[in-house]
């Protein structure tokens, strides 16, 4: 059943059992064989993580594949961080900061630096804690917003209605990646993994799972 | 007349300055809460990295704070 909670929030215990696939739909293979193997921990797409997991993860609960966003959606905010890195020496040149004697001038330089470091910082946390996981029991999203606050949502596989992958514009196109929406049958209707990798394949897997566990 | 209003100038801008780096302290400690909440959440092999580099900044905040006081 999907479910929004906070920080503190837990999974229930009485979680539905696990969906037993038909030996025709081998899972495991079948991930590997659309995704195929992934080792890096700053993957968008961790097949089978080793090391990966979540809080609200059951004992005998197994993450298949933990998706974040696509790499290039990293862009925007690196050139960002080079440019404000770049900024301190050109201090000098801007009016009314010449005034400032060297200390100030120093102090004002670390400061920025400080600040352009937390940016970048910020901004990879947001991408690195930005992560859709699907296991052989739910699919679940798990969003960290202004700076403090955690939202998770899920949806049993059984409660999957639709799933439909979505590529819009030219970036998207080249570096293939877009959303997929999972429409549920439940309180939350609808559960979207924002700009992944292959949002065809994720489609591929989770139709999979989901024709392979209703039979 | 002249002296004077320099010494406001440069009393308010070590004031702002201080103050900055006094607000951007608390930011600091934010940050250490709210990595120390996402690897907690979420583990995965870069998560002790993070950890270094959220302490890390809060120390060079700490050094700021430091400075400012000492410095201006």
New interface residues.
């Given amino acids: 059943m999907p479910r929004v909670s906070d ?1 503190n929030n837990v999974a229930p215990e009485n979680s539905p059992p696990p969906i037993s696939f038909p030996a025709a739909f081998d899972i495991n293979a079948k991930v590997y064989e659309i995704f195929g193997h992934t080792k890096s ?2 993957s968008s797409s961790l097949i089978f ?1 080793k ?5 609200e993860r059951n004992d005998d609960e197994t993450i298949l594949i933990a998706l974040r966003p696509h790499w290039v959606t990293n862009a925007p905010w690196l050139l960002t961080g080079i440019i404000l890195f770049i900024c301190p020496p050109f201090f000098r040149y801007i009016p009314l900061i010449d005034i ?1 004697s060297l ?2 001038l ?3 330089s ?2 920025w630096y ?2 352009s ?2 940016f970048c ?2 901004k990879f ?1 947001s991408w ?2 930005d ?1 859709y996981i699907i296991t052989n029991r739910r699919v679940i999203d ?1 969003d ?1 917003y202004n ?2 606050t ?1 939202k998770f949502s899920e949806t049993e596989l059984s409660k999957i209605q639709d799933v439909t992958s979505e590529v819009s514009g030219i970036g998207q196109s080249v570096f293939n990646y877009g959303n997929v929406l999972i429409q549920t049958a439940s309180e939350i209707d609808e559960i979207t993994f924002s700009k992944i990798p292959r949002p065809d394949k994720v489609v591929k897997i989770l139709q999979g799972m989901v024709d392979g566990g209703g039979k | 007349m002249l002296g004077s209003l320099h010494t406001y100038l440069a009393l308010a ?1 070590k004031l702002s ?1 201080t103050l ?2 006094l607000i ?1 302290f608390v ?2 400690v ?2 250490v ?3 120390t ?2 690897t ?7 998560n002790p990295v ?1 950890i270094v ?2 302490y890390l ?1 809060f120390a ?2 700490i050094l ?1 704070v430091f ?2 006081l000492t ?2």
């Fill in positions: 920080v921990p700053f993580p090391v990966f997991n979540f809080i400032l200390n100030y120093f102090i004002l670390f400061f400080l600040i470091a937390a910082f910020e946390l690195y804690f992560v798990i960290f700076l403090l955690k | 801008q300055f900055g780096s951007y930011f600091a934010i940050v809460k709210q990595t909440m996402m907690k959440n979420v583990n995965d092999k870069f993070l580099l959220a900044h060079l905040t700021l400075l400012t410095l201006l």
